[in-house]
C-alpha cells in the first residue's frame, strides 16, 4: 500500500496562492489515482480534484474549478494541488489520497470510499 505525506499548507490571505504537494512512497506511482480531499471542522470530507492514473484525464470539484490546479510527477512520485484565489471557504485540512487503476465518472472518482490510503493532512488556513 502507498504511503503519503502532504506539505505546503499554511496561512495565506484570501486571494493568495498556495502549493500543496504530496509526496507518494513505494513503487508504480502512475498505476494510482491520485486526489486531494478537504475537511473544515465540523463539516464531512469533501473531494476537491483528482488525476487519473497514467495521466491525462482531471476532474475538479465546481467550487475550486477555475482556481486549483492538480498536477502529478509520475518520475517523483509526486502530486501537487496549485491553489490560487484562495477564499476562506477553502480553509480546511487538506488531504492527498490514492487508488490503484480507478476511474469513472465525477462521482465514482469524488467519492472517499473509492480511495485506499490516505495522507495525515496538511492545514490551509485562508484569512479574510
Known amino acids: 500500500q502507498v504511503q503519503l505525506v502532504e506539505s505546503g499548507g499554511g496561512l495565506v490571505q484570501a486571494g493568495g496562492s498556495l502549493r500543496l504537494s504530496c509526496a507518494a512512497s513505494?513503487?508504480?506511482?502512475?498505476?494510482?489515482?491520485m486526489a486531494w480531499f478537504r475537511q473544515a471542522p465540523g463539516k464531512e470530507r469533501e473531494f476537491v480534484a483528482a488525476s487519473r492514473w497514467g495521466g491525462g484525464s482531471t476532474y475538479y470539484a465546481d467550487s475550486v474549478s477555475g482556481r486549483f490546479t492538480i498536477s502529478r510527477d509520475n518520475a517523483k512520485n509526486m502530486v501537487y494541488l496549485q491553489m490560487s484565489g484562495l477564499k476562506p471557504e477553502d480553509t480546511a485540512l487538506y488531504y492527498c489520497?490514492?487508488?490503484?487503476?480507478?476511474?469513472?465518472?465525477?462521482?465514482?472518482?469524488?467519492?472517499?470510499?473509492?480511495?485506499?490510503?490516505w495522507g495525515p493532512g496538511t492545514q490551509v488556513t485562508a484569512s479574510s
Open positions: 513505494g513503487r508504480a506511482f502512475s498505476t494510482y489515482t
Open positions: 489520497t490514492a487508488a490503484t487503476r480507478m476511474w469513472g465518472t465525477i462521482a465514482t472518482v469524488s467519492s472517499p470510499l473509492m480511495y485506499s490510503s
